[in-house]
């Protein structure tokens, strides 16, 4: 179960880290402020 778990929190990182990359092509000056954000939690 844990396994399932660790993996899916895994795959979230992913894509929240894909999703951060696109955002930064569009707004490069918001992207610090949300990477700070998600890294802090």
Not at 11 to 18: E, F, G, H
């Amino acid at each position: 179960m844990n396994k399932f778990i660790i993996l899916f929190l895994y795959a979230r990182v992913v894509i929240l880290k894909n999703m951060a990359a696109k955002v930064q092509n569009d707004f490069p000056p918001k992207i610090t402020r949300y990477r700070i954000t998600i890294e802090s939690h």
